[in-house]
């Protein structure tokens, strides 16, 4: 009965966005909109997603998990009830992003209602010299961050790193963050929307206005000690026959794996945990169950069920898979 899920996305219009996100992942985006985010999995209400396959189709993400929370999530399922842990996205910043900062749960939940935000981004494309702004240059402290802020200087106290496509980054909520323009990203983060801007680049949003800025609560938040000693992320490697595995990030709220398939790998659910799968480069197929099969161009996201039991991906490209 469960089997690879699909969601409808979730299109954001943001005003750093574009309509790139059609050509590189094959999203089929509304027209003279600039779109910045593509939601692919959610239960965050700001947008819940919808599954766009099978028996299920229809069916919200919620619904989904209320009926059926143990086939879905696994052993973990009565923790999620309330609250799916993970949020997914695509990211296309035609612009650079505002300055921004995310609270950990404990400020989250006591200021927000809702988690705090830890995210994690693979670059999927990136023109050439783009840029991430990642943490502050070293000796910045709270009092010096607030002065050069006051004084239009905050650029002096903010880290920047080059990037290409390929490159990894864990950002744990509290530490300062863009993305660059000219770059997309595939996010997995926190259950959360809660994001306290600290400059914006002088510019209006599609409203016309300029956006809100969040300076008090950022200082709040903001942790000093993360600073340009920060790089791209890469950890252990296993490489088989017919893939190579990436194990990019294993934290308390979610582990992260990148996947090159050659031909196919060979992978199996117990009833323990869900798992999510990204195609960022390729096509292929999965094979489950009893012969059965679900396609996965690039740019779909697949929640594959706790129940699923043993399954294969066939084919030749690129995965992302993350999990709790």
Same mark, same amino acid.
């Given at each position: 009965?469960?089997?690879?899920?699909?969601? @409808?996305?979730?299109?954001? #219009?943001?005003?750093?966005?574009?309509?790139?996100?059609?050509?590189?992942?094959?999203? *089929?985006?509304?027209?003279?909109?600039?779109?910045?985010?593509? $939601?692919?999995?959610?239960?965050?209400?700001?947008?819940?997603?919808? =599954?766009?396959?099978?028996?299920?189709?229809?069916?919200?993400?919620?619904?989904?998990?209320?009926?059926?929370?143990?086939?879905?999530?696994?052993?973990?399922?009565?923790?999620?009830? #309330?609250? +799916?842990?993970?949020?997914?996205?695509?990211?296309?910043?035609?612009?650079?992003?505002?300055?921004?900062?995310?609270?950990?749960?404990?400020?989250?939940? !006591?200021?927000?209602?809702?988690?705090?935000?830890?995210?994690?981004?693979?670059?999927?494309?990136?023109?050439?010299?783009?840029?991430?702004?990642?943490?502050?240059?070293?000796?910045?402290?709270?009092? =010096?961050?607030?002065?050069?802020?006051?004084?239009?200087? &905050?650029? @002096?106290?903010?880290? @920047? &790193?080059?990037?290409?496509?390929?490159? +990894?980054?864990?950002?744990?909520?509290?530490?300062?963050?863009?993305?660059? *323009?000219?770059?997309?990203? !595939?996010?997995?983060?926190?259950?959360?929307?809660?994001?306290?801007?600290?400059?914006? $680049?002088?510019?209006?949003?599609?409203?016309?206005?300029?956006?809100?800025?969040?300076?008090?609560? !950022?200082?709040?938040?903001?942790?000093?000690?993360?600073? @340009?000693?920060?790089?791209?992320?890469?950890?252990?490697?296993?490489?088989?026959?017919?893939?190579?595995?990436?194990?990019?990030?294993?934290?308390?709220?979610?582990?992260?794996?990148?996947?090159?398939?050659?031909?196919?790998?060979?992978?199996?659910?117990?009833?323990?945990? +869900?798992? &999510?799968?990204?195609?960022?480069?390729?096509?292929?197929?999965?094979?489950?169950?009893?012969?059965?099969?679900?396609?996965?161009?690039?740019?779909?996201?697949?929640?594959?069920?706790?129940?699923?039991?043993?399954?294969?991906?066939?084919?030749?490209?690129? &995965?992302?898979?993350?999990?709790?």
């Amino acid at each position: 009965m469960y089997y690879p899920l699909k969601f @409808e996305s979730i299109y954001k #219009e943001r005003v750093w966005g574009s309509n790139r996100l059609a050509s590189l992942l094959n999203k *089929e985006l509304p027209q003279n909109k600039s779109i910045g985010e593509s $939601w692919e999995i959610s239960a965050h209400q700001e947008g819940v997603s919808v =599954v766009s396959n099978g028996i299920f189709c229809g069916v919200s993400l919620q619904e989904l998990i209320k009926n059926h929370g143990e086939h879905i999530l696994g052993s973990r399922h009565e923790e999620y009830l #309330e609250k +799916f842990p993970l949020l997914i996205k695509f990211i296309d910043a035609n612009d650079r992003l505002s300055v921004q900062v995310h609270p950990d749960n404990e400020y989250a939940l !006591a200021n927000e209602g809702e988690l705090g935000k830890t995210e994690a981004w693979y670059i999927i494309d990136a023109k050439p010299n783009a840029k991430l702004i990642y943490g502050l240059k070293q000796g910045i402290t709270p009092a =010096v961050f607030n002065q050069l802020i006051s004084e239009g200087r &905050i650029m @002096e106290t903010l880290n @920047e &790193i080059e990037v290409k496509a390929g490159d +990894f980054f864990y950002i744990p909520a509290g530490t300062i963050h863009a993305i660059g *323009e000219g770059i997309i990203v !595939a996010e997995i983060q926190q259950n959360s929307d809660t994001t306290y801007r600290v400059y914006d $680049w002088d510019r209006m949003g599609l409203d016309g206005n300029p956006r809100e800025l969040h300076i008090p609560k !950022a200082l709040d938040v903001i942790d000093f000690s993360i600073n @340009e000693t920060l790089t791209s992320l890469t950890s252990t490697s296993q490489l088989g026959e017919h893939y190579h595995l990436i194990n990019y990030i294993s934290s308390p709220f979610f582990s992260i794996e990148f996947i090159e398939i050659k031909s196919h790998y060979n992978g199996s659910l117990s009833s323990e945990k +869900f798992e &999510i799968l990204i195609a960022i480069e390729g096509c292929f197929v999965i094979l489950y169950g009893e012969n059965q099969v679900e396609s996965i161009p690039k740019g779909t996201t697949l929640l594959l069920p706790a129940s699923l039991g043993d399954y294969v991906l066939q084919g030749k490209g690129q &995965i992302i898979r993350t999990y709790i």
